[in-house]
């Protein structure tokens, strides 16, 4: 039985996970730095590479005793080696390529992207192809997954990422970082329809997206108000996530379109992946959105839907099957496209 130890340590999360070639996650261990960047209300790189360093031995210990597999009979390990804040993605991939040379075990670098979008099919086992909105704190596009390693990026932001937009928002109002799920707590309690903010570029005929105009919008509206209280904490909240649904239904339509011009998929299956895919309030918005067009949309449980490192096992699964290794040589990368793949 195939068997591959995965880690992740590309942004502010130290990961290991332990999946089998049967697609059974037998551990999945994340140490959050939550704590340490909260003072700065965002992540701070070099903060996140040291506790990275400290943290990752005990991780991947945590992560084989759980899945009470001995390191020697992993069968190949698969790390995130880009994109993501450098120092991190380094400690992450020389601590695999180092265990696989002593190990004499197949390296394999994944790209954090791919890792989110092959989600779907550890926990959905979907098959390709399929279009996915790939929705994170770093990315926001709009892909057409042909195949392993085969991307058609068909939209994507023109600025910041939504997960982005969602924590400095959240920063505005004092809300804890991470900023999105406070969002969502929030605007439970709120009126979506008391601010009326601006959706740029909504009408610009592709699956293009902005988000800084809109994150200006609410920090004008914030330094217009003369007290900030609780309901209008909840109200802007409510008010920002309604915009973010409706900008992200009339887009995915968009990409609905393009999609459906370079690909002939029966399947028609919709995923959105990466940390804003854990919002209950999209998920819901944008299914009956897809529904209309008679796609399903399939999203991970919130664990697999933020940074995590089954989803790196599971991607150098993927890769491992079809032979696809990496030599010791291979540099970490700061960027790297899903279409350079
Ligand atoms: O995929 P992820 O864990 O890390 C990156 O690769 O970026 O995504 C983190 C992002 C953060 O911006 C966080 O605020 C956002 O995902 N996020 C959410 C929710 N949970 C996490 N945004 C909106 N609603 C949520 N429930
Ligand atoms: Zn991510």
């Known amino acids: ?69 001995e390191l020697e009979q992993i069968t190949a ?27 004499n075990k197949p390296f394999i670098a994944v790209n954090h992207l791919e890792g989110h979008a092959l989600t779907a099919r550890l926990t959905d086992n979907i098959p390709y192809p399929y279009l996915l909105l790939l929705a994170s704190g770093g990315h926001c596009q709009f892909v057409a997954v042909l195949g392993l390693g085969k991307y058609k990026i068909l939209g994507a932001t023109i600025d910041d990422a939504v997960g982005e937009a969602f924590d400095k928002v959240a920063k505005m109002l004092s809300l804890p970082f991470p900023g999105g799920p406070e969002i969502e707590k929030r605007a439970k309690f709120g009126d979506p329809h008391k601010y009326k903010f601006p959706k740029p ?49 009339s887009k995915i339509l968009e990409a609905i379109k393009s999609y459906a011009q370079i690909t002939n998929d029966p399947h028609k299956n919709i995923v959105i992946a990466g940390g804003v895919a854990a919002n209950k309030y999209l998920q819901e918005i944008l299914g009956d959105c897809v529904k209309a067009r008679d796609y399903q949309l399939i999203y991970p449980p919130t664990s697999l839907c933020t940074d995590n490192a089954a989803m790196i096992a599971y991607a150098g699964l993927e890769r491992y099957n079809n032979g696809l290794f990496t030599p010791l040589n291979f540099c970490p990368k700061a960027r790297w496209s899903l279409e350079e793949l």
């Open 201 to 249: 570029i909504i009408n610009s005929g592709d699956c293009n997206m902005s988000f800084s105009g809109l994150k200006t919008s609410v920090r004008t509206l914030i330094m217009s108000l003369q007290a900030i209280d609780d309901t209008v904490i909840n109200d802007i909240a409510a008010s920002f996530q309604f915009t973010i649904g409706e900008i992200l239904s």
């Open 77 to 103: 390990i698969a790390a995130t080696s880009g994109p993501g804040l450098i120092g991190g993605v380094i400690v992450g991939s020389m601590f695999a390529k180092s265990l696989c040379s002593v190990l």
């Open 1 to 69: 039985m195939t068997i591959i130890l995965g880690i992740e340590s590309s942004c502010d999360d130290t990961g290991a996970a332990v999946v089998t070639g049967d697609r059974r996650v037998l551990s999945n261990i994340i140490i959050s730095q939550n704590a340490e960047h909260a003072d700065f209300q965002g992540v701070v790189p070099e903060i996140a590479a040291r506790s990275h360093l400290t943290n990752l031995e005990k991780t991947i210990r945590q992560a084989l005793a759980e899945s009470k597999t």
